[in-house]
């Protein structure tokens, strides 16, 4: 599966959110200043002849479905970016975040939490 440019990323978070839409109802949440209704609809093409979204057909128009699930999108992305710049380790992307200051010794220790009591099961 390959990645989503950032505008494609947005567009299928929008999706995601509306479960199915078309793209009328797409432009409508993304932000100001909106994006020309002809270029999101080429966009959501492009997204689909990637598998991304497939679509329903109402005579002339396509309402558009994510084909891809967030959750699985997310698994991918982030086995990538861990592959990419982290050298394979969790370990080194959450010291990262530690040493950045973007993690909370509390959130550390949630997460510690977590990892125990999945252990458990």
Request: aromatic share 10%; hydrophobic share 35%; charged share 30%.
């Amino acid at each position: 599966m390959e990645k989503l440019t950032n505008k494609e990323e947005e567009i299928m978070r929008v999706l995601w959110q509306l479960k199915k839409a078309f793209v009328k109802e797409v432009v409508a949440e993304l932000p100001e200043p909106k994006p020309h209704y002809n270029t999101i609809s080429t966009i959501i093409r492009n997204m689909e002849e990637k598998g991304f979204v497939k679509h329903l057909s109402f005579g002339n128009t396509h309402q558009y479905i994510p084909n891809v699930s967030k959750e699985n999108y997310r698994e991918k992305y982030m086995q990538k970016t861990i592959q990419n710049y982290f050298e394979n380790s969790y370990k080194n992307m959450v010291s990262f975040f530690a040493k950045e200051e973007k993690i909370s010794v509390d959130e550390l220790k949630e997460i510690i939490s977590i990892i125990e009591n999945n252990k458990k099961q």
